[in-house]
């Protein structure tokens, strides 16, 4: 993948953001079922969104760049949702990858398909030794998609994530290079 350009698979394309892309993002990011185990906070209109996405648009001009944005579609230019990836410590080649999909796409795959995609793209355009992830323990679904991704279960932090529910414990995942290289996910 060019580090400018969008990626494809049979089913999804993860792309750069544009302005156009607004009300969708905005709709995403405001959703109180997309944001049960989010421990961020919701921008509280559009304009908000808006400086969120003028900074995701940006990221391709920071020297070095660090973060990678992208939006999820399908094969339809169906907006499906958000997927990031930071380098966090670059003398290590260590990246953490966050997701966030609409909720009318959840259990059809398509999360697993962008996670494998940006881990690829990580791994064979970054040059990065780890990616890591993490996710609440009560979201199950998560789990199963940076399991099916081929990212292994490395730490259970106690109350590391402020919820609106309260603090919850984390699920911390990893993959290497080597196990990307050794299955080719």
Same mark, same amino acid.
């Given at each position: 993948? @060019?580090? @400018?350009?969008?990626?494809?698979? @049979?089913? &999804? *394309?993860? *792309? +750069?953001?544009?302005?156009?892309?607004?009300?969708?993002?905005?709709?995403?990011? #405001?959703?109180?079922?997309?944001?049960?185990?989010?421990?961020?906070?919701?921008?509280?209109?559009? =304009?908000?969104?808006?400086?969120?996405?003028?900074?995701?648009?940006?990221?391709?001009?920071?020297?070095? *760049? &660090? *973060? =990678?944005?992208?939006?999820?579609?399908?094969?339809?230019?169906? $907006? &499906?949702?958000?997927?990031?990836?930071?380098?966090?410590?670059?003398?290590?080649? @260590?990246?953490?990858?966050?997701?966030?999909?609409?909720?009318?796409?959840?259990?059809?795959?398509?999360?697993?398909?962008?996670?494998?995609?940006?881990?690829?793209?990580?791994?064979? +355009?970054?040059?990065?030794?780890? &990616?890591?992830?993490?996710?609440?323990?009560?979201? #199950?679904? +998560?789990?199963? #998609?940076?399991?099916?991704?081929?990212?292994?279960?490395?730490?259970?932090?106690?109350?590391?994530?402020?919820?609106?529910?309260?603090?919850?414990?984390?699920?911390?995942?990893?993959?290497?290079?080597?196990? $990307?290289?050794?299955?080719?996910?």
């Amino acid at each position: 993948m @060019n580090i @400018n350009n969008s990626q494809e698979t @049979n089913r &999804i *394309r993860l *792309r +750069s953001f544009q302005d156009t892309d607004l009300v969708p993002v905005h709709a995403l990011l #405001v959703d109180p079922e997309s944001s049960v185990y989010n421990p961020g906070i919701a921008p509280d209109n559009e =304009y908000a969104t808006s400086i969120v996405l003028t900074n995701w648009i940006n990221e391709k001009e920071a020297e070095p *760049r &660090i *973060r =990678y944005t992208f939006l999820i579609e399908n094969n339809n230019q169906q $907006f &499906i949702g958000i997927i990031s990836i930071g380098i966090i410590k670059t003398h290590y080649k @260590n990246a953490e990858i966050w997701y966030k999909i609409c909720p009318e796409f959840w259990g059809k795959g398509y999360a697993t398909e962008a996670v494998k995609t940006i881990i690829k793209f990580g791994f064979e +355009s970054l040059l990065l030794h780890r &990616i890591e992830a993490g996710c609440a323990v009560g979201n #199950v679904a +998560s789990c199963k #998609v940076l399991e099916k991704a081929g990212m292994y279960r490395e730490a259970h932090t106690r109350k590391l994530l402020p919820l609106k529910s309260g603090w919850s414990d984390n699920y911390g995942y990893a993959i290497l290079e080597e196990d $990307f290289l050794k299955y080719k996910l």
